[in-house]
């Protein structure tokens, strides 16, 4: 049965289910209806051997009602004696055993037995009578066995149609309820064998909060489909926008290394140009592919994560960045508070975090300007501001800032490959932070890093 589809499984078990009610219904109606029938019987020979008892009187021992051979309507009565002495000279027409005797005799309760005469079933009642005597009241059983018969096939023909439409029903159930199991398997062969994610599971009208498993399954699979979509259309992305991004510099290392191999026919002055150029087209790609890598992981491997004090790496990144930007001041201020408190998180990103918001703010800051940085405590957060002086964001720009190499009109002409803010915005994630950007009071761009703390 485990080797059978699943459809075929749930077809024999509601249809065993269905027939075995069925069949049990039939056969317990069976039952009733016969005992009802020898019920009934039983009740008609208690009423004659009470009319006979009545009319029987002092009547001699023998047949004194009915015609005994055939046992026809009116039942057959018979006197017995206890002492076999005392019987008629006619032999009796019904069985008179030990029995019998010792219900005349008082020393047995009535009783039913069973009996054949002229070839006809019968059944009978023996009760005692005063005087020593006892009473046998015989009846035939074949209109209680015709009704028996007549049941039998009723009973079994309605049994048999129990059992075909129990099938039919089985099958019914399977076909309904694997219905949308029939419809996410066809989809997930259709995406398996077309690579195609856009395809969904049809999903019942009206859903108002009454779905099945089976629906919400169907559900969870389209969430799903969703989700892979998505996935399949940002690594889509990725590849064409590196693609991209990697053709320019990749040119340049082209043309400036077949350049040094005709290094002869150059200067010195030349080749030490071309040669400064590729080592700095060398460090753009390679910073360029390390990027991708970085954005390529969706969160931190755990043996990396430990608690750190984010202001002793807010307070070595700023330095480390005031040794990048000398012309750009950094003002860095840290809550008491905030001195002390520790998230959980890798040191490394962290501080790469932070290298990229500085980057991008002094980058847009105005020479002399500064870029102000700000550390403080909330009851259940770190709040870290980083804030420049420089054009903002526009709001057509606002919503794709942290997007992959997506780069402003305005900042086409500076250097940078479009991927720190998307990489912050990605470890901002790993580390359960909220990482937003929006314009700052009095002009410039100011991006806010909520981060829960430990301690």
């Known amino acids: ?29 069976f039952v009733v209806i016969r005992h009802q029938l020898l019920h009934q019987l039983d009740l008609h020979l208690t009423q004659s051997a009470r009319l006979a008892t009545q009319q029987s009187g002092h009547e001699p021992s023998g047949v004194v009602q009915g015609q005994c051979r055939y046992l026809a309507a ?5 006197l ?3 002492r076999p002495a005392d019987d008629p000279a006619d032999p009796y027409l019904l069985p008179v055993t030990d029995s019998t005797r010792e219900v005349a005799s008082g020393d047995r309760g009535p009783y039913y037995s069973e009996l054949t005469l002229a070839g006809h079933r019968g059944r009978m009642l023996t009760t005692p009578l005063p ?21 039998a096939v009723l009973l079994g023909g309605m049994g048999v149609a129990g059992v075909l439409l129990a099938g039919a029903l089985g099958a019914w159930v399977s076909r309904t309820g694997l219905a949308p199991v029939t419809r996410l398997t066809a989809t997930a062969e259709r995406i398996a ?3 195609d994610a856009r395809h969904r599971i049809e999903l019942p009208p009206e859903r108002a909060g009454q779905d099945d498993e089976i629906t919400r399954l169907a559900a969870s699979f389209n969430t799903m489909l969703d989700e892979l979509e998505k996935s399949i259309g940002a690594q889509r992305r990725l590849v064409a926008d590196a693609s991209h991004e990697l053709r320019t510099p990749l040119t340049a290392l082209r043309t400036n290394a077949e350049l040094l191999t005709r290094s002869s026919r150059l200067s010195d002055a030349q080749r030490e140009r071309a040669a400064g150029a590729l080592s700095r087209q060398l460090r753009e790609v390679t910073l360029l592919v390390n990027d991708l890598v970085e954005l390529a992981r969706n969160e931190e491997p755990d043996p990396l994560i430990e608690e750190v004090r984010l202001a002793d790496i807010v307070t070595h990144t700023v330095e480390t960045a005031r040794g990048h930007w000398p012309a750009t001041p950094l003002a860095l201020a840290i809550a008491p508070e905030a001195r002390t408190a520790t998230v959980a998180g890798v040191p490394a990103r962290l501080s790469r975090l932070l290298s990229s918001l500085l980057d991008n703010a002094a980058k847009f800051s105005p020479p002399g300007r500064p870029v102000e940085v700000t ?3 909330a009851p259940a957060a770190l709040e870290l501001t980083v804030r420049d002086h420089g054009p903002g964001i526009s709001e057509q720009d606002l919503p794709y800032v942290f997007d992959r190499f997506y780069r402003a009109r305005s900042a086409r002409a500076l250097p940078g490959s479009g991927l720190g803010l998307a990489m912050a915005r990605q470890i901002a994630h790993a580390h359960h932070a909220d990482l937003v950007a929006e314009p700052a009071p009095g002009g410039g761009a100011q991006f806010r890093l909520t981060i829960p703390h430990t301690s």
């Open 193 to 195: 064998a077309t690579r």
């Open 74 to 78: 009116p039942a057959c009565a018979q």
């Open 80 to 82: 017995v004696p206890a």
């Open 131 to 151: 005087e020593g005597r006892a009473l046998q009241v015989a009846v035939r059983a074949d209109t209680v066995d015709r009704g028996v018969r007549q049941a």
């Open 375 to 377: 550390l403080t405590s």
């Open 1 to 29: 049965m485990r080797r059978r589809p699943l459809r075929t499984r749930l077809t024999l078990a509601a249809a065993a289910a269905v027939a075995a009610v069925a069949v049990g219904l039939c056969a317990g109606s």
